[in-house]
C-alpha cells in the first residue's frame, strides 16, 4: 500500500496560496465556503503480463505444455482465453503424423462443439467466455507418431487454468476541518454537502465517491485553547463498466485513468478552498479546510473468491486469482484463507 500525503505542513487558520494550478469548479468550491459564512465566528507456468485495459485476442498468445509439470494458465473473467496447445516447446516444431487430441477438464470430456470451452482442428483449447466455474485441471491426451515407420506414441499434458480480475483499487482520502460545535447541526449539513459535491466533481469519469468515516472532536491547539475539528474518511473508485453512466468504449477512459484524473480533480479543488480563503476580506467561515492536511492512500483489494499470492501464482503477482480448493476470501481482503474443508474454486465461505 503506498501512502503520499499532498500537504505536509499543518498550519491552522489559512494562508494564502502559492498558485493552484488548473482551474476548478470557483461555483463549487465557493458553494462550500460560504453555505456557513452566516455563522462566521472568530515460478511453475507461464503468463505474459500486458498493461490494464489489455484483452487477450485469438490470434494474441499460445501457450505450450510440459512433460514435466503442470502448467499454470490464466485467464481474465468474462474473456477469451489465448490457445492453450496441446504440444510441448520440442513437438511444437516438429512434424506429428496423424495427431489425435483429446481434452477432459472439471466436468469431463470437451468436444469441439462445446460452446463456451472449444477444441480445435490442430489440437488447441480455447474459452470464448471464461466463467469462475471453469477454472481447474485440465489435461490433453495426444497420440501421434514421429514418422509413418515408428510406433504411435502417447504424451499427456497438464493445465492448472485459473480465473483471474482485476483488483478492486481505490484512493482513500482524509481531510480535516475547523467545525461548528460538534453537537450542531450545521457540521450535518456540511458533510452532506461536502459529499455532493465531491461526487459531482468525478461523475464524468464514472467514479463515485463513497463516505467512510465522519467524526467531530475537539483539538487542544499548541499554545492555543480548543477547537471542533471534522474528520473525514472517503473514498473514490472506479464504478463498473456495466454501472456507470457512460461506460468506457477505449483504453482511454480504463480505470485505472479514470481513478488518477479524479484524485487531480479532489486535490485541486481542496488547494482551491484554500486559495478562496486566501482572497477574502470577511471574517472566516465557521466551518473550513485546515490547510495541508488533506491525506491520500492508494488502496487495493481482492473481491469475494479471489486473492493475490505471489508465492502461489509468481508469473501474476498483482493478479486476483481464484482462490484454490483448501482456501477462500470471504470479504473484499487481499488473500485467500486457509480453510481445509473448503474443496471447490472461489469459496466464499469455509463450511
Same mark, same amino acid.
Given at each position: 500500500?503506498?501512502?503520499?500525503?499532498?500537504?505536509?505542513?499543518?498550519?491552522?487558520?489559512?494562508?494564502?496560496?502559492?498558485?493552484?494550478?488548473?482551474?476548478?469548479?470557483?461555483?463549487?468550491?465557493?458553494?462550500?465556503?460560504?453555505?456557513?459564512?452566516?455563522?462566521?465566528?472568530?515460478?511453475?507456468?507461464?503468463?505474459?503480463?500486458?498493461?490494464?485495459?489489455?484483452?487477450?485476442?485469438?490470434?494474441?498468445?499460445?501457450?505450450?505444455?510440459?512433460?514435466?509439470?503442470?502448467?499454470?494458465?490464466?485467464?481474465?473473467?468474462?474473456?477469451?482465453?489465448?490457445?492453450?496447445?496441446?504440444?510441448?516447446?520440442?513437438?511444437?516444431?516438429?512434424?506429428?503424423?496423424?495427431?489425435?487430441?483429446?481434452?477432459?477438464?472439471?466436468?469431463?470430456?470437451?468436444?469441439?462443439?462445446?460452446?463456451?470451452?472449444?477444441?480445435?482442428?490442430?489440437?488447441?483449447?480455447?474459452?470464448?467466455?471464461?466463467?469462475?466455474?471453469?477454472?481447474?485441471?485440465?489435461?490433453?491426451?495426444?497420440?501421434?507418431?514421429?514418422?509413418?515407420?515408428?510406433?504411435?506414441?502417447?504424451?499427456?499434458?497438464?493445465?492448472?487454468?485459473?480465473?483471474?480480475?482485476?483488483?478492486?483499487?481505490?484512493?482513500?482520502?482524509?481531510?480535516?476541518?475547523?467545525?461548528?460545535?460538534?453537537?450542531?447541526? +450545521? $457540521?450535518?449539513?456540511?458533510?452532506?454537502?461536502? %459529499? #455532493?459535491?465531491? &461526487?459531482? @466533481?468525478?461523475?464524468?469519469?464514472?467514479?463515485?465517491?463513497?463516505?467512510?468515516?465522519?467524526?467531530?472532536?475537539?483539538?487542544?491547539?499548541?499554545?492555543?485553547?480548543?477547537?471542533?475539528?471534522?474528520?473525514?474518511?472517503?473514498?473514490?473508485?472506479?464504478?463498473?463498466?456495466?454501472?456507470?453512466?457512460?461506460?468506457?468504449?477505449?483504453?482511454?477512459?480504463?480505470?485505472?485513468?479514470?481513478?488518477?484524473?479524479?484524485?487531480?480533480?479532489?486535490?485541486?479543488?481542496?488547494?482551491?478552498?484554500?486559495?478562496?480563503?486566501?482572497?477574502?476580506?470577511?471574517?472566516?467561515?465557521?466551518?473550513?479546510?485546515?490547510?495541508?492536511?488533506?491525506?491520500?492512500?492508494?488502496?487495493?483489494?481482492?473481491?469475494?473468491?479471489?486473492?493475490?499470492?505471489?508465492?502461489?501464482?509468481?508469473?501474476?503477482?498483482?493478479?486476483?486469482?481464484?482462490?484454490?480448493?483448501?482456501? +477462500? $476470501?470471504?470479504?473484499?481482503?487481499?488473500?485467500? %484463507? #486457509?480453510?481445509? &474443508?473448503? @474443496?471447490?474454486?472461489?469459496?466464499?465461505?469455509?463450511?
Amino acid at each position: 500500500m503506498e501512502a503520499s500525503a499532498p500537504g505536509r505542513r499543518r498550519r491552522r487558520g489559512w494562508r494564502r496560496a502559492r498558485g493552484a494550478g488548473c482551474a476548478l469548479s470557483w461555483a463549487a468550491v465557493g458553494l462550500v465556503l460560504s453555505a456557513f459564512v452566516a455563522r462566521a465566528s472568530p515460478p511453475v507456468g507461464y503468463f505474459i503480463r500486458f498493461p490494464r485495459g489489455f484483452r487477450l485476442t485469438q490470434e494474441t498468445v499460445k501457450i505450450v505444455g510440459s512433460s514435466s509439470f503442470p502448467v499454470k494458465v490464466y485467464v481474465m473473467l468474462h474473456q477469451k482465453s489465448p490457445h492453450v496447445l496441446c504440444v510441448t516447446p520440442r513437438l511444437r516444431n516438429s512434424e506429428m503424423i496423424d495427431p489425435s487430441f483429446q481434452w477432459h477438464g472439471p466436468k469431463g470430456r470437451i468436444i469441439s462443439e462445446n460452446s463456451t470451452a472449444q477444441v480445435t482442428s490442430t489440437g488447441s483449447l480455447v474459452f470464448q467466455n471464461f466463467e469462475e466455474g471453469m477454472s481447474g485441471v485440465y489435461t490433453c491426451f495426444l497420440e501421434y507418431k514421429p514418422t509413418v515407420e515408428e510406433i504411435v506414441k502417447n504424451i499427456q499434458l497438464k493445465y492448472l487454468i485459473y480465473a483471474y480480475r482485476e483488483p478492486h483499487y481505490y484512493y482513500q482520502f482524509t481531510a480535516r476541518y475547523h467545525a461548528a460545535p460538534c453537537n450542531s447541526i +450545521y $457540521n450535518i449539513s456540511f458533510e452532506k454537502k461536502l %459529499l #455532493q459535491i465531491l &461526487s459531482k @466533481l468525478v461523475l464524468d469519469l464514472s467514479c463515485e465517491v463513497s463516505l467512510l468515516k465522519s467524526e467531530c472532536h475537539r483539538v487542544k491547539m499548541q499554545r492555543a485553547g480548543l477547537q471542533n475539528e471534522l474528520f473525514f474518511t472517503f473514498s473514490v473508485s472506479s464504478l463498473d463498466t456495466e454501472k456507470g453512466p457512460k461506460p468506457c468504449v477505449d483504453h482511454n477512459c480504463e480505470s485505472s485513468k479514470r481513478l488518477s484524473k479524479a484524485k487531480n480533480l479532489i486535490e485541486r479543488f481542496f488547494n482551491q478552498q484554500v486559495e478562496v480563503l486566501g482572497r477574502r476580506s470577511e471574517p472566516l467561515p465557521e466551518i473550513y479546510y485546515i490547510e495541508g492536511t488533506l491525506q491520500m492512500v492508494w488502496i487495493n483489494r481482492c473481491f469475494p473468491g479471489y486473492g493475490m499470492n505471489t508465492l502461489k501464482h509468481p508469473r501474476c503477482p498483482e493478479c486476483c486469482v481464484i482462490c484454490s480448493p483448501g482456501s +477462500y $476470501n470471504p470479504r473484499d481482503g487481499t488473500h485467500c %484463507l #486457509q480453510c481445509n &474443508s473448503s @474443496l471447490a474454486f472461489g469459496a466464499k465461505a469455509c463450511l
